[in-house]
């Protein structure tokens, strides 16, 4: 025997073709079974006949319920959470365009929606105020604050299905699930009736495509009522033509939604006021039909989707219990359960300004600011602007009432302001007198927290130490950061960025990316001057290495940067490394100079071999800039006036080409000094000041 179950059919809202402009689109519907669910029990007789059982039961209820005047008075409230599942792109909405969603969802059962007025006169009359209110839950399953609103990261948003609601569902006998996707089999939205969703309590919910939540952000007005047309479902609506999901069919005339004020219809998926399709003038307006014109429920209707949330069919019965409002936040009054806030922006220089937001849970009556640093150092406005003019690490506190309850919240250390002029340059880095790539020369981002940019003395250019970034197989587009403190580049005339690299393919296919970008506002905003790919100018290794690549000797590569133009010689002049992982081998950042000057690295190749200090005389850091004509041995000592030898700088292999050498300054007194060089059969030496 074949079993017609139109109550366990998914009720989903096809995406239309892009047929009209600025979204006022007709909705189309299309059935499905079971298999969103659960597939392997999409088509098993038993629960087929089980779901048959349970909604005639809910029938005869309904029925029942529309004829007992007693019943289903006042207003109901209705807790709700939406959990935005995304991939950071435009599926992952604002919390105000949640907001906007609930709104017209309200006005729609309350029958707020401005366009009421412009039903129909035959209609007119039977307008509903359905009265069921729709809140956003205040606290979680656990009783924690919340806005009602979650977000999971997860590739599933391109799936839309039930392992998609497997990842966060709260519990349906206390809440009425929303899930935002990217997509959701070809739907708009869907949902199921209570008939079928009480056999599947971890799906019952509504499921909806972001650009059809809400009236902005990345949705427009024209599909702002596929969440009222979900919940009507939910609430145990059919179609306005009964439970067919296919409009204008002829046979739809034979077909019935069990609402007497309805009249039957084909249905409609444009708006034709005028239609009369079954012998009577259609109800072409009404929100569970598919013309893009819906603007009212009808009070037969009211009645059904009261009947349904006084059933214990699916446990909508439990959701607007005095109990279940209190213990999702929802009740009246709102209670302040935390206090919370948010900056624009944690990392500044020296006269630059943040602006701070109130995201207290759920009633504030009135705050007070403590901004000590700042200026101004206190407010009492709930989106304040605030001033830092000296460099160091400040606190925040934001104290909070509700008339009967206080709260405080500080975050020490929040915002870092950092000097403004800059640091001094000449600015050398070896990575040899520092702990921590996260310090006061040096600040990592890693927004994956997976394997980043550290410190090593796995290899180095010079000396024993250097930045790695451990590249695995399984980092394809990842993004990791370090970037510099501010440097004082307004008395510059040219800018030169040089650095030393390496890099290993694993094999010929990998092409990871290693950038350096320059800010002129203190890190606001970067430009990128200098970009190597693995699959060509990064590679140092000469080849692919499988193992986990440590350079040797004269597996480095040399980046000069010159193309900053003089906009960026600015006090709060920033510089910035960025990978971006394709699956390759190990990245390592070596002897990073930042010099405000021209090197002189090309005057220095045409005498090959010559010896440059920079800058000469030197007060508190200077390098040693020296053309290998080949890699060579070589040993090189600081000595004095007479000829005694002080400190052995270097004694190893140097690669061909040009080379830098930190020279210990600051361990020197003021004086007169030499650098002798030696390597093969040459000997040359290079006087400079201390002063």
């Given at each position: 025997m074949k079993l017609f179950l139109p109550s366990l059919l998914l009720l989903a809202i096809a995406v239309p073709s892009l047929q009209a402009q600025n979204g006022?689109?007709?909705?189309?519907?299309?059935?499905?079974?079971?298999?969103?669910?659960?597939?392997?029990?999409?088509?098993?007789?038993?629960?087929?006949?089980?779901?048959?059982?349970?909604?005639?039961?809910?029938?005869?209820?309904?029925?029942?319920?529309?004829?007992?005047?007693?019943?289903?008075?006042?207003?109901?409230?209705?807790?709700?959470?939406?959990?935005?599942?995304?991939?950071?792109?435009?599926?992952?909405?604002?919390?105000?365009?949640?907001?906007?969603?609930?709104?017209?969802?309200?006005?729609?059962?309350?029958?707020?929606?401005?366009?009421?007025?412009?039903?129909?006169?035959?209609?007119?009359?039977?307008?509903?105020?359905?009265?069921?209110?729709?809140?956003?839950?205040?606290?979680?399953?656990?009783?924690?604050?919340?806005?009602?609103?979650?977000?999971?990261?997860?590739?599933?948003?391109?799936?839309?299905?039930?392992?998609?609601?497997?990842?966060?569902?709260?519990?349906?006998n206390k809440y009425m699930n929303v899930w935002v996707c990217a997509y959701a089999d070809g739907a708009a939205g869907y949902t199921y009736r209570p008939g079928a969703a009480d056999f599947f309590p971890t799906g019952d919910g509504i499921v909806l495509l972001h650009n059809?939540?809400?009236?902005?952000?990345?949705?427009?007005?024209?599909?702002?009522?596929?969440?009222?047309?979900?919940?009507?479902?939910?609430?145990?609506?059919?179609?306005?033509?009964?439970?067919?999901?296919?409009?204008?069919?002829?046979?739809?005339?034979?077909?019935?939604?069990?609402?007497?004020?309805?009249?039957?219809?084909?249905?409609?998926?444009?708006?034709?006021?005028s239609g009369i399709s079954c012998g009577s003038l259609d109800n072409v307006e009404n929100y569970m039909d598919y013309s893009y014109c819906s603007k009212m429920f009808t009070e037969g209707q009211k009645t059904r989707m009261i009947a349904a949330l006084n059933s214990g069919t699916a446990q909508r019965s439990s959701l607007w219990t005095t109990n279940n409002l209190n213990a999702t936040g929802v009740g009246s009054p709102a209670i302040l359960c935390a206090a919370e806030f948010t900056s624009s922006i944690q990392e500044i220089c020296a006269g630059s300004t943040v602006t701070f937001s109130d995201v207290s849970y759920n009633s504030v009556s009135s705050r007070t600011w403590s901004f000590p640093g700042g200026t101004p150092n206190t407010s009492t406005d709930p989106n304040p602007s605030v001033t830092y003019t000296t460099a160091g690490n400040y606190a925040v506190t934001l104290d909070v009432t509700d008339g009967t309850t206080n709260l405080s919240v500080t975050t020490n250390d929040l915002i870092t302001v950092l000097a403004n002029p800059g640091a001094a340059v000449p600015f050398n880095e070896g990575f040899e007198s520092i702990s921590s790539l996260n310090g006061s020369s040096w600040t990592v981002y890693d927004p994956d927290n997976n394997n980043t940019f550290q410190l090593t003395n796995a290899a180095a250019f010079s000396g024993s130490n250097s930045v790695r970034l451990l590249n695995t197989a399984s980092m394809t587009t990842q993004l990791d950061e370090f970037y510099s403190e501010p440097f004082d580049m307004?008395?510059?005339?040219?800018?030169?960025?040089?650095?030393?690299?390496?890099?290993?393919?694993?094999?010929?296919?990998?092409?990871?990316?290693?950038?350096?970008?320059?800010?002129?506002?203190?890190?606001?905003?970067?430009?990128?001057?200098?970009?190597?790919?693995?699959?060509?100018?990064?590679?140092?290794?000469?080849?692919?290495?499988?193992?986990?690549?440590?350079?040797?000797?004269?597996?480095?590569?040399?980046?000069?940067?010159?193309?900053?133009?003089?906009?960026?010689?600015?006090?709060?002049?920033?510089?910035?490394?960025?990978?971006?992982?394709?699956?390759?081998?190990?990245?390592?950042?070596?002897?990073?100079?930042?010099?405000g000057m021209p090197v002189g690295l090309e005057e220095l190749s045409a005498n090959s071999g010559s010896l440059m200090i920079i800058p000469n005389p030197a007060q508190d850091n200077a390098q040693l800039l020296i053309e290998m004509p080949s890699s060579d041995q070589v040993v090189i000592d600081l000595i004095d006036v007479t000829g005694r030898k002080l400190i052995e700088l270097y004694n190893g292999n140097l690669a061909g080409g040009p080379q830098r050498i930190d020279l210990p300054i600051s361990t020197l007194r003021s004086g007169v000094y030499m650098v002798r060089s030696q390597h093969g059969d040459r000997s040359e030496m290079i006087r400079f000041v201390v002063e």
């Open positions: 006022d689109v007709p909705f189309s519907c299309k059935a499905n079974d079971l298999h969103l669910l659960d597939p392997a029990r999409a088509e098993d007789p038993a629960l087929l006949a089980q779901i048959a059982t349970l909604e005639a039961e809910l029938e005869v209820f309904t029925q029942e319920f529309a004829l007992d005047a007693s019943r289903g008075g006042g207003s109901y409230t209705i807790p709700v959470v939406f959990h935005i599942i995304h991939e950071n792109g435009p599926e992952n909405i604002s919390d105000e365009q949640v907001f906007d969603a609930m709104r017209v969802l309200n006005d729609d059962f309350n029958k707020l929606n401005s366009d009421w007025q412009n039903v129909r006169p035959e209609f007119l009359g039977i307008v509903s105020d359905v009265g069921v209110n729709f809140a956003l839950a205040q606290k979680d399953p656990q009783g924690n604050c919340t806005k009602g609103i979650t977000r999971t990261v997860s590739a599933l948003t391109n799936v839309g299905d039930q392992d998609m609601k497997d990842l966060i569902q709260w519990p349906r059809y939540t809400g009236a902005i952000g990345t949705s427009s007005p024209g599909r702002s009522r596929t969440l009222t047309h979900e919940t009507g479902h939910w609430l145990n609506l059919k179609h306005t033509w009964g439970d067919s999901n296919e409009p204008i069919v002829t046979s739809n005339c034979s077909d019935d939604d069990s609402v007497s004020d309805t009249p039957n219809t084909v249905g409609w998926t444009s708006c034709v006021l307004s008395n510059a005339t040219e800018i030169v960025v040089t650095f030393r690299y390496a890099y290993a393919q694993r094999n010929t296919t990998n092409d990871d990316r290693l950038r350096l970008y320059v800010s002129n506002n203190c890190g606001d905003t970067w430009s990128m001057r200098k970009q190597l790919r693995g699959s060509s100018d990064l590679n140092t290794a000469g080849g692919t290495v499988s193992s986990s690549f440590v350079p040797s000797g004269d597996q480095w590569g040399y980046a000069e940067v010159t193309n900053i133009s003089s906009s960026y010689h600015t006090s709060d002049f920033r510089i910035k490394f960025e990978s971006e992982s394709y699956g390759g081998n190990n990245i390592y950042v070596d002897d990073i100079n930042l010099n």
